[in-house]
Each structure stands twice: as C-alpha cells, then as structure tokens.
C-alpha cells in the first residue's frame, strides 16, 4: 500500500509537471497571437502503476482566448538619453522636413493618432507644425491634408510619415529647436511612441534629397531605378556628397547612372561611368562618383557646386539578387553639404539620412511565427 501510494503522488506530480509545461508554452503562444484567437492546449502522460502496468492520461482541452495587447513603435530612434531621435541642419526662414515609420507592434489592428509640437527647454520655437501621410513612401506627402489617425494597420503593419514645421527669422546659427511627434493608439491611450526631432540653425546651404524607386514592386531578378532628387533649399552654393549604401541584395548596373541639374539655367543631362568625373557642359561643375573599395555596391556621388535654390537629380539602375530572401528592400541615402559655410564640405559626422525608399519583394519572404503552429496544432 505504501508502494502505490507514492505510485499515485508521482502520477500526480508528473501530471501537474506536464500540464504545467504545456501552460507555459500555450501563454508564450498567446504573446505572439492575434488577439481573439481561440488557443486549445491539452496534456498527456505516461506512467507505470504499482502494479507494472503502463497508463496512458490525457487531460480536458482548457480554452483560452487572447486578449487584444496594443503596441507602437515610431521611428527612427536614437541613441536615448535625452539625445534627439533625428537631427538636421536648417537657415532661418527655412521649412524643414522629417520622416518616421510606424510600426503597430499589437497583436491586432489599430490605428494612431498622431500629434506634433514644438518642445520646450530648447533655444526657440517651431512655426506652422503639420503631419502629413506618405504610405507610398515617395518621401512627400500623399496629399496636402494633414494626418491626425492614421488608418488602421495591421498587426507587424507599417505607415510612413512627414512632419514640416518652419523656423522663425529670430533665431541665430547655433540654436537648437526641438519638437516632438507623439503616435498613441487609438484602442489603448495609455500606448505610445515618441521622436524628438532637432534642428541645428545654420548660415550655410541646406540640401533636401528624397530617394524613391521608380516602382514599389519587383520580382527577384528585376531591375529597378533610384533616383536621388537633391534641392538646395538656401540661396548659398554649397558642394555634396551624396552617399547611397545599398544593401547587399542590390547589385548596381555598370554604366547606367545618369545626371540631370539646372546649375547652368538648363539643364543638362549626363550620363557617367561608376567611377570617374563628369565635367562636360556642365558650367564648371563636375560629378565625380566613385565605388567602395570594400562593397562595391556602395557609391558616392560628389558634385562640386550645388547652386543656390537649385534642384537636381541623379538615378542608376539597380538589379534585385536572384537570391533576395526578403519581402522588402529598404534603402537610404547620406547627405552631406557646407552647412557652416565655411568653403568646405562638412564632415562624415554632420551627415543627414534621407527619406526610406521601400521596395516590396514579390516571393520573397517566408514567415511561420508560433502563431500558426498553434493554430495548426489545435
Ligand atoms: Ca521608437
Ligand atoms: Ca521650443
Ligand atoms: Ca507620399
Ligand atoms: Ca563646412
């Protein structure tokens, strides 16, 4: 009797072993879930009894549903602490322009209201501060109506945005004007993200550049065109550099980088090798693109005078790699200009991001989350 009662106690304690292993994968199921998702989990064991037998249990399904968990990331983050999400370079007078990416990082839909404001603590203060839509991700705005919710967004969904806001003529080169882009979910306002985005007030040029694709679509194996439209938004001739560090799924195609700016009062269209400098009928202006040593996909566009209140773009082509794994390519571009008008172009440090091309990858990317095993499982 002694025998089979600890026979039985062990049966029960593996029993609650396992259910209780079973538990604890079905709540880290839940976490990753759509929320009203019905997840069954049921357990069972085998055990030899007192009198040798093997016994085989199973116990009842225990159904649970997942509850909705809202979450939002709004982006680009910097390196915390106080220190801006994002900043740039602008004259006074001068309208500037940020882009962030919204991520609903909830297990269900929802959308976000989105607000904007100038910060205090700063050196001064932003003027006619909107929020504008850019789904396509072309870099400008979708329409001229302002942005207060976004539509709703699919669990892992993301929304491209656009804040402007203008600097007043009272500011000095050196002060800092800060404002802040909140995103709150409008199915739980205790979740939200922010960006603290900073200007640094110049008497330099300031250098706008938006990167798009020609198309928001390709199969692996496609070509496809970038074009980097840059606008001297001051009337102070600056040089630039122009930097495109595209990713490894990209492959440029020799010969085909083309540059079109108005620097002489026409314009003037050229088409230069990967490397080397282009001069010809220019005004005196030269293009100079060279390739890294390292990634050779990697290239630099050096254009030795942008002139005042000037635009121009540059494009190349671009194969996607038989091989790309992913459903989208993200790319940006790194500006660099004279912004302290000092006659030379600044350093790496002083740099700014453009706006994120996206490219969606048809084919090109296979996900299984936990999710669906459960789902498969029940
Ligand atoms: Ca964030
Ligand atoms: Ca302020
Ligand atoms: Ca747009
Ligand atoms: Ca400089």
Redesign the pocket.
Known sequence: MVGERHATSFKAGLVTYLMASVAGIAVAAAQSAPAGQVIGTQASATYVDAQGETVSITSNVVQSTVREIAAVDLGPDGPGGGAPDQSRSAPRLGRVTFHHELTNNGNDSDSFAITAA?????????QNIVVYADANRDGRPDSSTPLTTTPDLMPGDDYGIIVEASVSNSVAAGDN???TIIATSTKDNTVSDQNLNRVNIIDGALIETIKSFDRDRADPGDTRTVTLRYQNKTGVDTPVELKDVLDDNFTLVPGSIKWSHNSAGTDALITATQAGTDTTGNGGITLTSSLDAVDSDDVTFLISSVRGNSVGTISFDVVVNDETAVDRLENVAMVTSDTDNDGDIDSDDDSVQSNTAILEINGGGVQISIADAVATAR
């Open positions: 100038d910060s205090s603590g700063d050196s001064a203060d932003f004007v800060d404002l």
